[in-house]
């Protein structure tokens, strides 16, 4: 057994099949993914890593496990996965994942082809687990696959929890024993147990409350589209491809933008903490479907008529369009008078949290900072943005004041 001191949960007791996974080379790799990827531009203390995040989600599975009289195999299976679900991630974590899919066609919670061959296998099929079904677990398949990767599962208990503590922002803060204890399952579903609306709502709020002051921050959105417009740039210099990309970690990445020419700007400027600025930002009503339903190539294109019409480099204009708002938490199942409800039918905050998640949506075009107006009016020319439906505080292409758009 093996005795890891953690600092959200304490000490962490990892034996059985977890024990002898965690010093491979697959596993330590996680040391060097950062869990929140660029954050740390804005929090200088958020440096925690996939690894220990890894360990905490394994930890909660195993007490999950004892609530939830899972014992056996299926245990030793659940415990691999969720100590091995963060495995198949890219560098700087979530930050280039879309990227990645786009080449390989894989998400970060694919790992079937890591799991098929290697020390990894050799280690799952010693304990006499199937490399198959675990990869299966982290993908969230099949009854025990919820606990490790669905709307209850112990992976976002534990980063919320730990992303408030690295932090120092209070809101993610969930009492996540509660929500390990209340877990049951109920005709293959799992759910929070009855009289737990609030606690399903914890969740809920947590996430909403967690989105705008971290995981959405301008300035991690800025340096997250930064990160991709260079690992674009280096998949198209040749430098790398992108198999090889996926199993990069920070520092690996990290290097190659400096020694590849055509990303070496890319680099100094995340180097130095010289980033583009806010040429607009837009709420979503000023946003056109067209826009909002762009693929990565037209996105591109909208760059380039955009930096034409600014008389500017391409490669100084990157558009940030997220997704539309969305809760995942709020399809979370609660019984409820002793039958299974989901958390949106049962809740009156559901629809609150959405309307302001609504509201916080940003459309976000960046540029160097001499050419931030520039490329604010050619936005507009451009795309026709209506000018009275942006942010009140920010103008397009001038913010109030350059304090506001180049801090955090």
């Not at 899919?101 to 050799?122: Q, S």
């Not at 705008?212 to 300035?219: E, I, K, S």
């Amino acid at each position: 057994m093996n005795s890891v001191k953690d600092s959200v949960h304490d000490h962490i007791e990892v034996e059985g099949v977890a024990e002898a996974l965690l010093d491979t080379p697959m596993v330590q790799r996680l040391r060097r993914i950062r869990q929140l990827g660029t954050v740390s531009f804005v929090y200088p203390s958020a440096n925690h890593t996939r690894f220990e995040h890894s360990l905490g989600v394994y930890h909660l599975a195993n007490q999950a496990l004892g609530h939830l009289g899972i014992d056996g195999r299926n245990a030793e299976r659940i415990r691999a996965a969720a100590l091995l679900h963060d495995t198949g991630h890219g560098p700087y974590s979530h930050n280039l994942e879309d990227l990645i899919y786009r080449h390989t066609g894989r998400y970060h919670d694919e790992i079937h082809d890591l799991l098929g061959e290697g020390e990894v296998a050799a280690i799952l099929e010693a304990h006499d687990l199937d490399p198959e079904r675990v990869a299966d677990l982290v993908r969230g398949d099949g009854r025990y696959g919820q606990l490790v990767s669905g709307e209850l599962d112990v992976d976002r208990m534990d980063y919320l929890v730990r992303d408030a503590h690295h932090t120092g922002v209070p809101y993610g803060t969930i009492d996540h024993g509660r929500l390990v204890r209340e877990l049951q399952f109920v005709d293959d579903e799992l759910v929070l147990a009855e009289g737990n609306i609030q606690t399903a709502e914890s969740l809920l709020l947590a996430r909403a409350l967690m989105n705008p002051t971290v995981y959405n921050h301008h300035v991690a959105r800025i340096s997250k589209a930064m990160l991709r417009r260079g690992a674009q740039r280096l998949l198209r210099a040749g430098a790398t491809d992108a198999g090889a990309l996926r199993r990069m970690d920070d520092r690996d990445l990290t290097v190659a933008l400096r020694q590849c020419e055509a990303t070496a700007e890319y680099a100094e400027r995340l180097d130095t903490r010289n980033l583009y600025k806010r040429a607009v930002w837009a709420e979503l009503d000023a946003v056109d479907d067209d826009l909002l339903m762009a693929d990565s190539q037209k996105i591109r294109r909208f760059e380039e008529d955009i930096a034409e019409a600014a008389g500017v480099d391409p490669e100084a204009v990157v558009l940030d369009v997220p997704g539309k708002p969305s809760i995942p938490e709020s399809t979370s199942r609660v019984v409820v008078n002793g039958d299974i409800r989901k958390l949106e039918n049962q809740s009156t905050l559901v629809q609150a949290v959405l309307r302001v998640q609504e509201d916080q949506w940003r459309f976000g075009v960046y540029a160097p900072a001499g050419e931030m107006q520039a490329v604010g009016h050619a936005v507009e020319r451009v795309l026709g943005l209506d000018l009275d439906a942006l942010v009140s505080d920010i103008r397009v292409g001038r913010p109030a004041t350059l304090d506001e758009f180049a801090g955090n």
